[in-house]
């Protein structure tokens, strides 16, 4: 199961931001999810620095397998889950 996050929409609001990147985490770890995609957008990169510091989080980083930075578009991560 993959789940998707596109971020433009809320790039300016911090608090939305948050509150949507620990809503994506939640269901995916409530889904199982294999993969998340995260969609910051290509822009200054500020976007996607703070959603990089997010997942670097000693709580939302137990979470997770490890992220991918997509190489063929720079606005975009994947976020890998691993279940036993």
Known sequence: MKLK???HEIFNKG???DRAL???M???VAKKATLVEIIPGKGSGQLKKRVLRFL???DVK???HRVE???KNFGRLFVH???K
């Open 5 to 7: 996050l596109d971020l």
């Open 15 to 17: 608090q939305d931001i």
């Open 22 to 24: 620990r809503g994506i």
């Open 26 to 28: 939640d269901e995916a």
């Open 56 to 58: 670097d989080q000693k």
């Open 62 to 64: 137990q979470l997770y």
């Open 69 to 71: 930075k997509d190489s």
């Open 81 to 83: 889950f691993r279940w």
